[in-house]
């Protein structure tokens, strides 16, 4: 049993280092990459930067590994924002009750939205009739005794005609958590003969924001002749100068007119070409000379190439293309002033998302202090990760299959002997006198 124990110690001795994880090294020692982030203002409060082309191109396609660290070495919680435009709406259950006549002016309702009601700044009523202007004044309240002003003055319409129609039953409030909403309708003084009655009511949270887009100019390759589709056609092969996101081509075509069919592909991977847009680019006679856009889905990508069916037409004349997409925005904020300059790490590609409760919690109540973001540098203390032993040393695995087949044969040879030892002969049958 000694010399079995022995030889596992061997087996395992030999195979530790195959095994034994490489160390976490400092968070500057991990990144190969940093830009320097300043500003003008220095002082405590909430900043945001916008990411970079170079930087995005460095960094994971998804911005895991961004860090952003103060200059005393201290880590800096950001959120990570998407810039596009919002135009949403979430319901918020309610329930209408207490429908009432307010005299002879109004009609009055009330909804309960549930005790976990989620914040809402809008609601939608629903009335009869059709030809009409009505008042709406609004309230808010947490127990459904005491109320709080939200807004008055609120206006539903409804007309038509024979030839065209116009309405809105929307009335907005600032943003609130109330549980209890009440109505006030009143009846249009022209055209109402009694008070409005409320046939349906839905609150909702309405997020409307414009956003911030990320607008570059892109070289113009020369064209090649080719045929597509069975027909003569031109490509531009479009760099966009690193593999960043993009949902937008802007070209200025110097042609007065034009209709003509065209394919927009991502061609980083020769051997997966993926047809990304395709329809037709137009101006008609007499058109302005605005720029031509194509849009698309957005894509992580380097290099695209434009097609475009010219049949018997001459190639058009592109003379500038402006690639664009939603600019990514990191907030953050500074509780000390005086931290100056800050760097932003990037690069590490096996870095994992930090996933910070600052971004949970963030409530943007001012506009934040916009920073500014140097050129990526390389990172004097980066130090890459130790390749796997197996790569190091590519002969030790041999050694160590060959040390494991010996260890497994000894421990074989001694299991054998050991059984021939403790096996007993067997007993001779007695014989017959």
Request: aromatic share 8%; net charge neutral; charged share 25%.
């Amino acid at each position: 049993m000694k010399k079995l124990a022995l030889t596992i110690l061997m087996l395992a001795a030999l195979t530790a280092p195959l095994i034994i994880p490489v160390l976490a090294q400092s968070y500057a020692a991990s990144y190969p990459y940093f830009a320097e982030v300043t500003t003008g203002v220095g002082t405590a409060g909430i900043y945001d930067l916008l990411l970079p082309l170079p930087v995005m191109d460095k960094a994971q396609a998804d911005l895991a590994d961004l860090r952003l660290y103060d200059a005393s070495g201290r880590e800096i919680p950001y959120a990570l924002q998407i810039r596009s435009d919002i135009d949403k709406k979430r319901e918020i259950a309610a329930r209408l009750f207490n429908q009432v006549s307010v005299g002879t002016t109004a009609t009055e309702v009330s909804l309960d939205l549930d005790e976990d009601a989620r914040e809402h700044n809008e609601i939608e009523i629903v009335t009869e009739g059709t030809n009409f202007r009505r008042r709406v004044d609004l309230e808010g309240s947490d127990s459904g005794t005491e109320w709080r002003t939200l807004k008055t003055g609120g206006v539903i319409f409804s007309f038509k005609s024979d030839s065209a129609s116009a309405a809105s039953n929307r009335v907005s409030y600032p943003t609130s958590r109330y549980r209890y909403l009440r109505a006030r309708v009143f009846a249009d003084e022209v055209t109402d003969k009694r008070v409005p009655v409320v046939i349906g009511a839905k609150v909702t949270m309405a997020i409307s924001q414009k956003g911030e887009r990320a607008t570059w100019s892109v070289a113009v390759s020369n064209y090649q002749l080719l045929r597509n589709q069975g027909a003569p056609a031109s490509a531009w092969t479009i760099d966009l100068g690193g593999r960043v996101p993009c949902d937008r081509l802007m070209l200025q075509v110097a042609d007065e007119s034009f209709s003509r069919p065209f394919q927009l592909e991502a061609i980083d991977d020769p051997q997966n070409i993926r047809l990304i847009a395709s329809g037709e680019l137009t101006r008609r006679t007499g058109e302005a000379q605005q720029p031509v856009i194509i849009t698309f889905s957005e894509e992580q990508v380097r290099k695209l190439r434009l097609v475009i069916n010219d049949y018997s037409n001459q190639t058009l004349s592109i003379s500038a293309i402006d690639a664009s997409a939603p600019a990514r925005e990191l907030v953050f904020e500074l509780k000390e002033p005086n931290t100056w300059p800050l760097r932003l790490f990037f690069g590490n590609l096996k870095a994992t998302p930090p996933h910070y409760d600052f971004e949970k919690n963030l409530v943007l109540r001012a506009t934040p202090v916009r920073t500014e973001v140097g050129a990526p540098v390389n990172n004097p203390e980066y130090k890459p990760e130790p390749l796997p032993l197996t790569e190091r040393v590519p002969w030790l695995i041999y050694v160590v299959l060959a040390a494991s087949s010996v260890a497994l044969a000894l421990i074989l040879i001694s299991l054998a002997r050991t059984t021939l030892r403790t096996e007993k002969p067997p007993l001779e049958e007695s014989k017959t006198v």
